[in-house]
């Protein structure tokens, strides 16, 4: 457990790693949103950062991110809340009423009932489609062959407000080659978010063209759970 003080020192040093890789690519730090992956962490450590004006934060697990951010975004406004983890179709409900995007569409049937829910609830977050991109088989996503075809499943028959694509590639490869097919799949369908690149990466996914990178462990430090 990080002492608070470290937190809010990692969350620059963190913001200004991305400026400088923004910089070196000749693109704009204002354009790559940081989503601070707080899965696993208190209240009182997301707190710190939400005193600071950071207001840009991922959760993975429905139920864990219901009883810390109902609090949370009672006591803090503009939170934008992403939705990183796999969804099961019995929290689709809950998903849609607390988060402002939803980073892992994956599947037919979950894009349906999304879609359901969200005239439903007359609440429509934004989506991001989860790709598999380096095909493994213990991760989500759709393989990047089905990427071209369910988006636009998607977007034209679901009426899902896609907005963008992300990845999560494998460990201990080469990163950039996964990041370049990410981006040539927002890129062919004109989608504007590019959400790749985590604690151990995202200075190379900026590289790659990422609009959002997603830290967890280099701001808050490593999960113990
Ligand atoms: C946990 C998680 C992250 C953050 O991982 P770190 O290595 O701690 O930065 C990013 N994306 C997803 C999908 C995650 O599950």
């Given at each position: 457990m990080l002492m608070f003080k470290e937190i809010s020192t990692n969350l620059k040093v963190v913001k200004d790693n991305i400026a400088r890789a923004a910089h070196a690519s000749n693109?704009?730090?204002?354009d790559i949103t940081l989503i601070?992956?707080?899965?696993?962490?208190?209240s009182d450590a997301i707190r710190i950062l939400l005193d600071e004006g950071h207001k840009t934060f991922g959760e993975s697990r429905v139920q864990e991110a219901i009883n810390k951010w109902t609090q949370l975004k009672a006591d803090y406004s503009d939170v934008k809340l992403h939705f990183i983890g796999p969804l099961q179709t019995n929290k689709i409900r809950k998903v849609v009423e607390i988060f402002?995007?939803?980073?892992s569409v994956d599947r037919l049937k979950l894009a349906e009932l999304l879609s359901k829910e969200m005239k439903n609830l007359g609440h429509f977050p934004e989506c991001l489609i989860q790709v598999n991109i380096g095909e493994e088989v213990q991760k989500s996503g759709v393989s990047p062959q089905e990427a071209d075809s369910f988006i636009d499943i998607c977007t034209?028959?679901?009426?899902?407000?896609i907005r963008g694509v992300m990845c999560v590639p494998p460990v201990d490869v080469d990163p950039k080659p996964h990041f370049d097919l990410l981006r040539e799949i927002a890129k062919r369908h004109r989608l504007s978010v590019i959400s790749m690149g985590m604690s151990r990466d995202y200075e190379t996914a900026i590289q790659c063209g990422a609009t959002h990178v997603r830290v967890g462990s280099a701001i808050f430090g490593q999960r113990i759970m």
């Open positions: 693109r704009s730090p204002n601070a992956v707080s899965k696993t962490h208190s402002d995007v939803i980073q034209n028959k679901c009426n899902l407000p």
